[in-house]
């Protein structure tokens, strides 16, 4: 009696829940490569704390260039992020089309001269909204 599908015990019997892909480095990092529909962005600080929102949620993003330092301000329905850093304006543009998965803080201390010229994030700010 064939009803349309076929059950696999033998690939069931196979799988270990509790094996974590995560170990084996399949986590991806990278941006973004294509449109997709949900997409999260994830801050990173130095001392590896993190915390994500949703791109859904954004609702502004303004970039304002300074003479050394560039400020990023991504104003979410909850939150308010300021992102510091060197050279922001690749960063900001990604930002428009939704492309950053990960946006990592390093210590101002360990930026190099010649690192300046790309994008360096030293300062994330995480404010929430008042109700």
């Known amino acids: 009696m064939n009803q349309g599908f076929k059950l696999r015990f033998d690939q069931l019997r196979e799988s270990d829940p509790t094996h ?3 170990a084996s480095g399949s986590l991806e990092t990278d941006p973004y490569q294509q449109p997709g529909y949900v997409r999260n962005v994830c801050f990173v ?3 590896n704390r993190r915390m994500f929102f949703n791109y859904a949620y954004l609702v502004a ?3 304002e260039p300074g003479h ?3 400020v990023i301000k991504l104003s979410f329905s909850s939150h308010t992020v300021l992102v510091k850093g060197y050279s922001l304006e690749p960063l900001f543009m990604a930002l428009l089309d939704h492309l950053p998965r990960l946006i990592t803080a390093i210590e101002p201390r360990y930026v190099l ?3 300046k010229t790309e994008a360096v994030v030293i300062e994330i700010h995480v404010e929430k909204k008042d109700a």
Do not use: Q, Y
Request: hydrophobic share 25%; net charge negative; aromatic share 14%.
């Open 113 to 115: 001269a010649e690192d």
């Open 20 to 22: 974590d892909d995560t």
């Open 61 to 63: 993003v303004e970039f």
């Open 68 to 70: 050394e330092t560039n």
């Open 45 to 47: 600080w130095p001392d």
